[in-house]
């Protein structure tokens, strides 16, 4: 997966720029579907991967025990649906925390970010989330942990976008689309 | 003693019911023949085991991939401004807060959240990628801050929510009340579809008064947009048609029709193509009607105020163009209504309007002057003796010109030129003209237009109607709009009705009553639409114990059948004027089976 990942940051550096929406989304009787949204610095789609859903058995949930959220967030479907972009992102943005595991399978800086308003310390995300957190806009940005040094970085790569469009914004989109699919 | 002892290694195996060990046999070389042991065998009954098997995830899921390809991956370029809006206040779009309070935000948030219009796709686009292309849109208003488009004023969030409708559909319907500002909304969903390249073709079509507000209100609203005006002689037509880098054309409907064979010898298509007072196209059969539908297009919406003037069968016609075969006349109104529902937006200034100024209605009820009543009670008793004589033979053509009559006399008397109508607009005027306020006086004749314009000479009376040049009637307008001096704009019913902004008109006059409501609604719609800066008084002049008294009493009830239909409510008992109803103004039996008549319109 890692090297995928790297096959396609090597490929697509001519492109617009853009900036990376992942998420998922329980739906209770098919399970969790993923979605990742890719979108250029004025918000507007560039490309859309979803996943089929994913359902998590008993079984799985208690040999995985705690560490299953992040391997299902962050390998089956973050890493699966990251590997499918051929467009590389400056960052790619979560709106949930066990997703954040997805780092480990990608070179990209993966940030986790809310509503500032949401006033739920970063520390209060365990130890994927780093020191590096910041406030864009009327989101509260927190890299992953391994990204906790580039805070400035980051912060620089998300101005063009953040002015554009609310960075918790596209997740909303994803959601509608998974929602559409679903019914469909 | 050596000895070598040839060993073979035991062996043990599983069988389904019994474990065997082979016996070990040590043969000494000194003793060669010693018999071999027996295998020791121990039957058991043990099943194999059954082995559970735990998937870990070990399949990726499947993914589903889609990729955009729209002109949205190019950098919204710098407006270019080809003609300088007159208001020069124009300025950058940003949504700020409405009026009043803030409404609750987010806990702990200060910040305020404005309204965001989301672009929603249609149902009849059914493919799933073209249904995510919509819903993974950014919302309108961060696409237009995005795209630097500049605004004469800030749209109404009902204005984004239109645009939100329009821009995604194929055909279209926008049916807002007059004076939501149709034509606005229509003219920034064509921007934004040309900005974005989905659209390098537009034609749009108007009635031929209308086509200055048009290329004014483009100006205003989308500036940097080229637009052609397809007018002149047939070789500037041609031109004008031929012309490839130019977006967006206007042409009335008269030179529609009149080039129809020229559009197809040229071979031209549109992305888009708009209908403005698409009411125009309600009778199918019509050349206008076929000529607007031979044009070929990728993309067909409809503007009107009144997209059901008489009968549901004014929605079908206006659907042919839209969505061919999506209506037929069949249907009952709330079967057409549902039908017709994903591709019909309507908005009433009630609903979207709260803080708009009052209009205030008053139906002024005149008693004739005794000479014009004595006028009016002979004609129409001749009338009427003469419709009872023609008996079976009588026409809906007698009716009408009987009632035409007694309405012309209900204005003026034939014999005397007495008008108790006039008397009251007179006062009235007075009070407006004092006041410094301005005035529109609705007629269905340009002859009454006339008389009343000699009459009120001294309030710098203004007349407007189709008999005019356009010239003549854009000076009419900036006469009355600029100059202090005219209080008063007499109009016909025909011309003034649709399309012009007057908001700065504080009073309107019907001094006649039109045969449909929808059309003295246009009418009233010219002083009160967005704009207005003040209640709009509206009186309707009915004289008392008269045709036209009996013909409100049918207006009334056919008022309603728009709303039936816009509203998918049930059907109401009436649904327009037919043949019995205009007998019944004179207690006359039909001759024939009652039937919508459409000249009534």
Known sequence: MEQKSAETMSGAAAGPRAYGFLTAVESGPHGVFGGYLLVDPWGRPLEFHCTAPVKVSRAQQILFGSTLQSHLHGQQIGGTLLAEGTVT???????????????????????????????????????TIGTGSFMIGNASVSPHATDAARGDDLRARLEELAAAVDLCEPFERIRAAIDEAQRR | MTADFAESRPVHSWRATELAIPGVSVVPRVEPRIARPPALRFPIDAPRPAVTRVGLFDTRPAVHSFRFQSPAAQPPAAPRRMATPSDSAATSLHVLPPEGPVAEADAGASAFKPKRTRIAPPADVVKLSERFFYLLQPDLETILETSRLEFPRQPFPFQFDGMAFLMPRHGAVLADEMGLGKSMQAISSIRLLVRSGQARRVLVVCPKGLVSNWTRELADWAPEILVAVIEGDQQRRRWQWSLADVPVKVANYEALVRDRDLIAELGLSFDLMVLDEAQRIK???????????????????????????????????????????????????????????????????????KDMPPRLNRDERIELSSEQRETY???????????????????????????????????????????????????????????????????????????????????????????????????????????????????????????????????????????????????????????????????????????????????????????????????????????????ALFKLAPPRSAAPIRAAA
């Open chain 1, 89 to 127: 992102p400056e960052v790619v943005l979560t709106d949930l925390e066990p997703m954040l595991h997805v780092r480990s399978h990608t070179k990209l800086p993966v940030a986790f970010v809310r509503h500032a308003s949401s006033g739920t310390p970063a520390a209060m995300f365990g130890s």
């Open chain 2, 283 to 353: 009778n199918r059969s019509s050349q206008t009607s076929e000529a607007v539908r031979s044009v070929p297009r990728r993309r067909s919406w409809a503007l009107t105020g009144t997209p059901v003037e008489n009968s549901s069968d004014d929605l079908v016609g206006v659907f042919e163009f839209i969505a061919p075969g999506h209506l037929h006349e069949r249907m009952s109104p709330k079967a057409m209504g549902a039908a017709a529902a994903d591709h019909v937006l309507r908005r009433t200034k009630d609903k979207v309007l």
């Open chain 2, 377 to 583: 009670r002979r004609a129409e008793e001749e009338g009427v003796l003469r419709l009872a004589d023609l008996g079976q033979e009588a026409t809906i053509q007698n009716v009408f010109e009987l009632v035409l009559r007694l309405k012309q006399i209900c204005n003026f008397d034939t014999f005397t030129g007495e008008s108790a109508k006039l008397d009251c607009l007179e006062a009235d005027l007075e009070e407006i003209h004092a006041s410094g306020k301005k005035a529109l006086v609705f007629s269905q004749w340009v002859k009454t237009l006339g008389r009343l314009r000699g009459k009120l000479s001294r309030f710098g009376a203004l007349e407007y109607h189709g008999g005019m040049s356009t010239t003549a009637r854009d000076d009419c307008i900036r006469q009355f709009k600029q100059e202090k001096k005219h209080s008063v704009l007499l109009l016909s019913y025909g011309a003034g009705a649709v399309g012009l902004n007057l908001q700065f008109s504080q009073y309107v006059f019907l001094f006649d009553r039109w045969w449909n409501p929808a059309v003295e609604d246009q009418a009233i719609n010219r002083a009160h639409r967005i704009g207005a800066v003040g209640a709009v008084t509206v009186t309707r002049f009915l004289s008392a114990n008269t045709i036209e008294e009996r013909i409100d009493e049918v207006l009334r009830r056919k008022r309603d059948l728009s709303d039936t239909i816009l509203s998918q409510a049930e059907a109401p008992g009436a649904s327009g004027l037919t043949q019995d109803d205009l007998f």
